[in-house]
């Protein structure tokens, strides 16, 4: 054991921590919301009981329509790598498209909104759907030469292209792997390589906050990125932000990179054979942040995932097909893959994709959007939620919508927060569903059944159908509901929606996710292998979940996560730094957002310019979503006597809380000179932070330790 361990050890761990706060109380589904729902009878809790599991998934796996019928619904000889309703074939694309053509045909699959609100609302038809599908699948099988199995990655903005590029490659059984626009060419690059793709499709360009931002210039970021990582690609497909128009400054590479519109000419009509997959192959990769610098490749299937993403949008999310239906999520993250595109198009509902930011040009404009659309089931993230609440409280009750169901995903949402979402947003009449879960998890995990469970505010409810949590504490003891004591909350059970593996990491996947509270790693019995999810949560008596955040050294910025690892190694790539420390600060809106603590080289002095040059660094490598609150540039980090960087005190000095005991820390006279420097500037600049809650203060001292 290390010094650092030691020293940890010391501290009171999360699972001995009392939990203390005031239990909210319930708020009940309207009875004219019951009349309707889908899943309005309580025998359904029965029919997903333990002793039916894991049939209980069939109900789940027959609302698909299968080539073939599986033999087996749950297959555990390769333990934790679970396959799902194996023998069975199908094809997702298949799902969300032809098979409402019948029906459904001349109803709006997608309504695309764009960002200008100048220009009209988009409805593209199940039948306009398919053809663009067959279309894009018929040039990236032709044109492109891909295969099934093959890799193809997105970099796409919230454009219609990109559900159509993501089932047109499901049409072929090509992986895709979507790259949330966000990020940079050289994220993006990164992500190329390790999934060994080719074929990069991009936009030129796209609207957000008013503005038309260049998005071509990523995709010869992210070309050179792949080339230093040894990945070559062969072809870049640019789609046009507006037809005929080029919206980007950085020249067509010759021989590369082709405009979408024009290729598709020689495609016109044409008409792709669905590829029949088995249902454990890989449907798409999302890669994921975590303890390491490089990210994961998380994949999910194409039998088990479709039938958890319809089986959870029809039950929680109430979808039926008249519903019109808006994810404001991106779909460049999993919740937009599960519950903007293929949970709510196999329904064959409407499904609303927002170009741009919810307050362009006002903190109006989503509420005009439901208005105008006659949206009635609305979903987004807690982050989206307090910042318009924050810039336009009064807004919604201007604006004739109603909506019958809502959600909020991605972060714990405040009590405070969640009841303007309610009586603001909701008008008093809406239901709303928490929803927890993760990129690896394919679909929800803790939520309310939204006709069936009491809504209780910051809680996310029991699990979802077939899901048996437990919380465990260090030493792999039940942590018991009712405690009052937050512990690791894993899921006892494997269920169709959990990804397959981490691309190319099998053993990353098993450690991180299935060996901290493996019983047996020989063990082919399900009941051996709980899935660490790497979240920190209590159970109060009535069995409700509070999930308090990661236990990793994961910073959750805007229910997006970030791995502190991926932000140092980002920083130390700047010629002057020396070490890096990545730390989460409260922040009212985002919930969390993230100070980089820097000690530089010796003969350099801290300078604006550094600064400048760290969060340059940090926009390249990953993202203008990563670029840190504050950059503090510190004489020392403070460190163990074994030379570990002990992020617990400067995440406690970021945060104006207690530091805890530093004797044991090798230089522990540095701290109260840290602490006076980010305390005065903060004082100065007016951004102290508020008082922490006490759960807030439990998650600051441990941060980092492990
Ligand atoms: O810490 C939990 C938090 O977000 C993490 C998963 O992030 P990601 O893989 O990006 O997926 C986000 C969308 C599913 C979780 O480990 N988280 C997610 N939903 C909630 C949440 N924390 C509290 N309450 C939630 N409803």
Redesign the pocket.
């Known amino acids: 054991m290390t010094e650092g361990q030691e020293a940890s050890s010391e501290e009171v761990s999360e699972s001995q921590i009392a939990v203390h706060w005031r239990e909210e109380k319930y708020f009940f589904p309207p009875a004219k919301f019951i009349a309707q729902a889908n899943a309005a009878d309580p025998d359904i809790f029965e029919q997903f009981s333990e002793e039916n599991f894991p049939e209980c998934f069939r109900a789940y796996a027959d609302l698909l329509s299968w080539d073939k019928y599986w033999h087996t619904t749950l297959d555990t000889s390769e333990a934790p790598f679970w396959k799902w309703f194996v023998g069975g074939k199908l094809n997702a694309s298949y799902n969300c498209v032809d098979r409402h053509l019948a029906t459904k045909g001349n109803k709006a699959a997608i309504i695309w909104v764009p960002e200008p609100e100048s220009a009209d609302p988009v409805a593209i038809t199940y039948t306009e759907l398919h053809r663009r599908v067959n279309e894009f699948a018929a040039l990236l099988r032709d044109f492109c030469g891909v295969k099934t199995g093959d890799r193809v990655t997105l970099h796409m903005p919230m454009v219609p292209e990109l559900p159509v590029a993501m089932l047109a490659c499901a049409r072929l059984g090509v992986i895709h792997s979507q790259v949330f626009g966000g990020f940079s060419g050289s994220a993006c690059g990164g992500r190329i390589a390790d999934s060994g793709s080719t074929i990069l499709v991009t936009m030129d360009g796209y609207y957000r906050s008013g503005e038309l931002i260049d998005h071509k210039v990523k995709a010869d970021e992210a070309v050179e990125a792949a080339r230093k990582e040894g990945a070559e690609v062969d072809k870049v497909l640019v789609w046009r932000r507006h037809a005929g128009e080029y919206a980007s400054q950085t020249p067509m590479v010759e021989g590369r990179d082709f405009f979408v519109d024009e290729v598709l000419s020689d495609y016109r009509g044409q008409v792709v054979e669905p590829v029949s997959m088995p249902a454990e192959a890989p449907l798409f990769l999302m890669y994921?942040s975590g303890t390491t610098g490089r990210p994961k490749g998380c994949q999910h299937s194409t039998g088990g995932y479709m039938a958890y993403v319809t089986g959870t949008s029809k039950f929680y999310q109430d979808i039926h097909p008249d519903d019109t239906y808006w994810c404001m999520?991106d779909i460049g993250?999993?919740?937009g893959h599960s519950y903007i595109v293929y949970g709510p198009l196999s329904l064959g509902t409407t499904s609303v994709v927002y170009e741009g930011t919810p307050n362009y040009p006002d903190a109006g404009r989503p509420w005009r959007i439901a208005e105008r659309l006659g949206v009635n089931i609305f979903h987004t993230s807690?982050t989206a939620i307090r910042m318009l609440r924050k810039v336009g409280p009064d807004e919604p009750k201007k604006y004739n919508y109603r909506f019958k169901h809502m959600t909020?995903?991605?972060?714990?949402?405040e009590p405070e927060v969640w009841r303007w979402y309610h009586e603001a947003v909701g008008k008093g009449e809406a239901v709303i569903v928490?929803?927890?879960?993760?990129?690896?998890?394919g679909g929800f995990l803790?939520t309310t059944l939204p006709a069936l469970g009491p809504m209780k505010p910051g809680s996310?409810g029991p699990m979802a159908l077939g899901i048996y949590a437990v919380i465990y504490d260090e030493d792999g003891n039940v942590v018991e509901a009712g405690s009052g004591k937050a512990g690791n909350i894993c899921i006892r059970n494997p269920w169709p929606g959990v990804f397959e593996t981490v691309w190319g990491q099998p053993e990353r996947f098993v450690d991180t996710y299935y060996k901290k509270y493996c019983k047996n790693p020989d063990s082919k019995d399900w009941h051996d292998w709980p899935y660490f999810?790497?979240?920190g949560a209590v159970q109060a008596a009535d069995g409700y979940f509070r999930?308090l955040?990661?236990v990793d050294d994961?910073i959750?910025v805007a229910?997006?996560?970030l791995g502190t690892k991926e932000l140092e190694s980002s920083c130390l790539s700047v010629e002057e730094v020396a070490e890096a420390a990545a730390v989460p600060v409260v922040d009212d809106v985002r919930g969390r957002a993230v100070e980089m603590y820097i000690s530089l080289k010796p003969g350099f002095e801290a300078s604006k310019d550094i600064e400048a040059k760290i969060t340059k660094a940090i926009e390249t490598d990953i993202g203008k979503i990563a670029r840190p609150k504050n950059i503090w540039i510190v004489p020392d980090m403070p460190k163990t006597r074994s030379g570990k960087i002990m992020r617990r005190v400067i995440a406690s000095i970021s945060n104006f809380t207690d530091v805890g005991d530093i004797t044991t820390l090798a230089n522990p006279e540095i701290v109260d000179g840290i602490r006076q420097q980010v305390r005065s500037t903060k004082e100065a600049r007016g951004d102290a932070p508020r008082e922490l809650t006490e759960e807030e203060k439990a998650e600051i001292k441990n941060f980092g330790t492990e």
């Open positions: 994921t999520a993250w999993i919740t807690p909020t995903v991605g972060e714990a949402i928490d929803t927890w879960w993760q990129t690896e998890t803790g996310c999810a790497g979240d999930i955040g990661r994961v959750n229910g997006h996560r």
